[in-house]
């Protein structure tokens, strides 16, 4: 099931972390996340799944950046998000979509007990100029059946800006 958004205010404090809040991004079944002003971006032209990839950082400033199509841009949240007994998932605001710039593009569900901002997939199919603090997508809350265990992984959680892959850390682990 999918929690409304009174269900999602009546659980702030408790089992739904989102710092800060704003009751204007309350939605009738999700809450709408700003985007930070950091990026990364890339510094080579082929990555290795192997490697901790060189990225370059970018500052959004509020004049706005443009954004070049067909490349991969980070971005994180501006909103801290904790959850517990939920399973918490964002997508891109459907406006910010029509505009052909997407926003995080997989892994869309997270797992009950992440604690941190969110990296955003960006990725756009033609120029446009973004800005910081809009409202750039939208998280949903789901509920659980049955026993679980909180997410607790060394890569991701409790991270404090934008993360770039760590894929290569489960190299390491063979």
């Known amino acids: 099931?999918?929690?409304?958004?009174?269900?999602?205010?009546?659980?702030?404090?408790?089992?739904?972390?989102?710092?800060?809040?704003?009751?204007?991004?309350?939605?009738?079944?999700?809450?709408?996340?700003?985007?930070?002003?950091?990026?990364?971006?890339?510094?080579?032209?082929?990555?290795?799944?192997?490697?901790?990839?060189?990225?370059?950082?970018?500052?959004?400033?509020?004049?706005?950046?443009?954004?070049?199509?067909?490349?991969?841009?980070?971005?994180?949240?501006?909103?801290?998000?904790?959850?517990?007994?939920?399973?918490?998932?964002?997508?891109?605001?459907?406006?910010v979509g029509r505009l052909g710039l997407f926003i995080h593009v997989t892994a869309g569900f997270g797992d009950v007990g992440f604690s941190g901002y969110w990296t955003l997939e960006m990725f756009c199919i033609h120029p446009i100029v973004i800005y910081p603090n809009v409202e750039i997508c939208q998280i949903y809350y789901h509920t659980i059946q049955g026993d679980y265990t909180k997410y607790d992984s060394g890569k991701y959680q409790n991270n404090t800006g934008v993360q770039p892959s760590m894929l290569y850390k489960d190299f390491l682990k063979e």
């Open 1 to 95: 099931m999918l929690l409304s958004g009174e269900e999602i205010k009546k659980n702030l404090g408790k089992n739904i972390i989102i710092e800060p809040y704003r009751e204007s991004q309350l939605n009738p079944n999700s809450y709408n996340l700003r985007l930070s002003n950091e990026l990364l971006v890339y510094d080579c032209d082929t990555l290795d799944m192997k490697a901790n990839n060189p990225v370059k950082h970018l500052i959004i400033p509020e004049s706005g950046l443009l954004l070049e199509a067909n490349k991969l841009y980070l971005g994180r949240t501006l909103e801290y998000t904790k959850t517990d007994q939920f399973v918490p998932m964002l997508e891109g605001r459907s406006s």
